[in-house]
């Protein structure tokens, strides 16, 4: 049970990772390029996205009767990683 905790914890901030490797990309945009900046933050949301979805398929696939362990863990380090990198963001 730990295990499957702790997986998803790993799994919630993988599936955030695209968004600090992005980091220094979107800082470099300029204020007159908003319009790629939010292509860049959209794509950004569609990676994680499927990252996620690609770790739930094989958690299901792998342990089928541990899935909500996985999630729940995984979704909510998810957004506290997205919540963190959105702060650091605006200073």
Known sequence: MALTIACGVVGGLIGA???FFARSLLRRILPSDAGKGMLIALAL?????????VEFALCQFVVHASLLLFALPAIVVFIIAVAVYAYSMTR
């Open 45 to 53: 949301v569609f990676v994680s996205l499927i990252i996620m979805v």
């Open 17 to 19: 990772a695209p968004f």
